[in-house]
């Protein structure tokens, strides 16, 4: 039985794709310029910004691995991280130390973000001498992290202490019958391709389980 806001279903198999979300900056102004200059994916939407300066908030794996990205599209990439370093693997920040394009600003965070229609500056402010800068850029790109959207799931399949929903094979989650696919799940790259494929494994595998449970 599958209780939801549009009643409730009886199913032999349940497939899970909830998917989730970047987490925000929470920073005043970026929900305003969403798809205005701040962005959540550089293979998505890094085409944009071709020969602009774009910031890049987060210097984790995720972070670093864009500014990489977009270093080869956009002509400046300042990696802004919080913590006093860059908290990626030591072969990204190689990698990004030794690009010419990528200006790394680490115990920082950004304050706030100004502009007009579009994305114009940013205000940073260092966590150490509590001085504020004020950055000219075209863009911003959030990497902090992401959210699947699993609360609802607490108690009803496994999760990890992210919330990500944890699978054997074939998108099966331990609930017999329950299967999980996209951005919801465990190891996810966060890309529609692997979603799509996903999807097919998860609805191959749920027509396998009814067949088998008749």
Not at 101 to 112: K, L, V
Not at 170 to 183: H, K, L, N, P, W
Request: proline fraction near 2%.
């Amino acid at each position: 039985m599958i209780k939801t806001t549009a009643g409730k279903y009886r199913a032999r198999a349940v497939i899970i794709a909830s998917g989730g979300q970047s987490k925000r900056l929470g920073t005043p102004r970026e929900e305003e310029f969403k798809g205005k200059g701040v962005a959540y994916c550089a293979m998505c939407e890094g085409s944009q910004f071709k020969h602009k300066i774009v910031a890049v908030a987060g210097g984790g794996d995720s972070g670093v691995t864009e500014a990489l990205y977009l270093s080869k599209i956009a002509s400046k990439v300042i990696v802004i991280e919080i913590l006093p370093h860059l908290n990626c693997k030591l072969l990204l920040q190689k990698r990004a130390q030794e690009n010419p394009s990528i200006q790394i600003i680490c115990n920082s965070r950004i304050e706030s973000i100004l502009g007009d229609s579009h994305v114009r500056a940013i205000q940073l402010r260092n966590l150490e001498s509590n001085t504020s800068t004020h950055l000219t850029l075209d863009g911003v790109f959030v990497h902090v992290g992401w959210e699947p959207q699993s609360t609802y799931l607490q108690g009803v399949v496994p999760l990890d202490t992210q919330g990500f929903i944890i699978l054997k094979k074939s998108m099966e989650t331990e609930r017999s019958g329950v299967f999980a696919a996209g951005d919801v799940r465990q190891g996810s790259l966060k890309q529609i391709s692997q979603a799509i494929g996903d999807g097919t494994t998860a609805a191959i595998a749920a027509q396998k389980y009814i067949r088998e449970s008749i």
